[in-house]
Each structure stands twice: as C-alpha cells, then as structure tokens.
C-alpha cells in the first residue's frame, strides 16, 4: 500500500511580521531568510519546495511538517494563530503572499496555490522588481535557461499577475 509523505516546509519566522511569503525556489528561501532581499525583511519566509507545496495535504496536520531555521522559534501566540489559520483554514494573523519564479511552473504552481489559499496573494514588491530587471534587458529568456519544455505561460486566474507579469514574460 503507498502512502503519502508529509510535506515539509522551511521556515524563517520575523517577529512583529508583516505578512507570509510562501516562496516556490529554494535560492530565493535562502536570499529572503538571510536577509539579501532587504523588502522581504519584515516577512515570515516559507519554502514549500515547489510543486509539493501545491499538495492539498500541505494544509492536514498530519501531512505538514513545520521546520523553523535561521530565525527564534515563532512567538507560542502567534505560532498558534498561524497554525489554526493554515490547518482549519481560518484567518491568518497576517497577509500570506507568493513568490515564484518568472517561468510556466512557477505561475502554474501560484494557480494550484489559489486553489489550496484562497487567501493568497502574489508578492506585488518582488515581481515588480523582477519585471523592472526584465524591462531593462536584465535576465534571459526562457530558452536561454532550459525552460522551454515547460510549455505556454498558463493563466492563474489572478488579473494582477495577468496584466503586470505575464506581458513581459
């Protein structure tokens, strides 16, 4: 009989956070918890490893695992706000975002992500400031980073990611 392996998902917790951001690379977990993306500072930072973290059971308690590194250990009250939110699907203390890469996976994990947090949103700061790089000739295009076999940019139902961040794509 198979079965499933809990989702394990990486944490940096900020005291007094602005907000969740759930992101899909793990280079950009590792930016955003060591303070190198400095509009990230004011944020909790999730690593819920790509495409795992579109499961459905990264929101059952029993198939979530939660790992706090580089940061304390959440504060017990808001740990507890946080865990209610994400397991009975209540209201989070805070804003929880995403943040993915500017390839077909990573808006297609952002629209399995909808389906899992309706709540979510995309994090406005970073895409802004990846489309600006991309607006000044910065970055690659898709073919050049051996993206091209994961097929046409899907629609995530967000109008914002589709009127800001795909066009440029």
């Not at 975002?97 to 406005?124: C, N, S, V």
Request: charged share 20%; glycine share 8%.
């Amino acid at each position: 009989q198979w079965l499933a392996r809990p989702v394990l998902i990486e944490g940096t917790y900020r005291h007094g956070c602005d907000g969740v951001l759930i992101v899909e690379n793990m280079d950009t977990f590792v930016a955003a918890s060591t303070g190198q993306i400095k509009s990230a500072e004011n944020l909790t930072i999730l690593y819920a490893q790509g495409f795992k973290g579109t499961t459905s059971r990264i929101r059952t308690q029993s198939m979530a695992r939660f790992y706090w590194s580089d940061s304390p250990f959440p504060d017990p009250q808001w740990l507890f706000q946080f865990q209610r939110a994400w397991f009975s699907r209540s209201e989070f203390p805070v804003p929880i975002y995403y943040f993915g890469d500017l390839d077909p996976a990573g808006l297609t994990i952002y629209r399995h992500m909808r389906q899992i947090f309706p709540e979510i949103r995309p994090w406005k700061t970073g895409y802004e400031g990846l489309v600006e790089a991309l607006k000044r000739g910065d970055g690659h295009p898709m073919s050049f980073a051996d993206k091209s076999e994961q097929g046409l940019l899907p629609e995530t139902g967000c109008p914002w990611i589709e009127s800001h961040v795909t066009p440029v794509m």
